[in-house]
């Protein structure tokens, strides 16, 4: 028997660009990269490292997020969170009462700020100075868990962690929790931060594009003479439905 076909409806995003679709757009249609320098201020980056970064700016995400409920997360679980809830109203789904809601999410490094932090209290302080509250957060499937709490998805909750291939795969695995019914809906995507520390580590391994041989610094991910990628942050989450459903 032939599966039903899974169909996005709709689409939350957090970026370099701000917040939602129509930024998004606006971005892509430029045709560049939206960068802003690191701040490399605590000595963590070499002299000839990279310098650039698509970070997001200061955003207000209160429409999405409320400060008192964004103060108990990591700056990953806090773009999920408002992504998934902007691409429910993107998708017109006002309430999830009585579906089945699978999410799944993708990180390539997770919580980085709250492990860090949390590192440094246990490395400085001793064991008995870790905060729990940092280290609910630093878990990889913290953000795909607040998306759960906060949306009130009792489906599959899985978060995937296998880099650059991440969010496809969520893709891929949220349309399968659909096609074969073990979902009405699914919300797949993926969340990461960026800090300073991970920048300049990423830097170290050539992960990230450097200004050599005469070029600037900027990812050429289709050139010969390509040296790195540009690192980023944010979040993108869609609804995934059965296409029968979404016409309904």
Known sequence: MKSPAAVLTGLGVVGAHGIGRASLQEALLTG???????????????????????LVPKLDLARWLPPAEARRLSVPSRYAVAAARMALEDAG??????????????????????????????????????????????VANAAAGRVAIALGA??????????????????ARGAQEVREGRADLAIAGSADELTEFLHAMLDRFRGT?????????APRPFDAARNGVLAG????????????????
């Open 32 to 54: 560049r990269p939206l960068v802003s320098e690191i701040d490399r201020s605590a000595g963590y980056h070499a002299a000839d490292a990279s310098r650039l970064a698509a």
């Open 93 to 138: 789904l006002a309430s999830l009462e009585g579906r089945r809601v699978a999410v799944v999410l993708a990180t390539a490094f997770g919580a980085l700020l709250f492990t860090e932090k949390l590192v440094r209290q246990i490395l400085e302080e001793g064991p008995e100075s870790a905060q729990p509250f940092y280290f609910s957060e630093c």
């Open 154 to 171: 009792r489906g599959a909750n899985v978060t995937i962690t296998e880099r650059e291939a991440g969010p496809l795969l969520a893709l």
């Open 209 to 217: 594009a450097r200004a050599e041989g005469g070029r600037e610094e």
């Open 233 to 248: 942050e944010g979040a993108s989450v869609v609804v995934i439905e059965r296409e029968d459903d979404a016409a309904a």
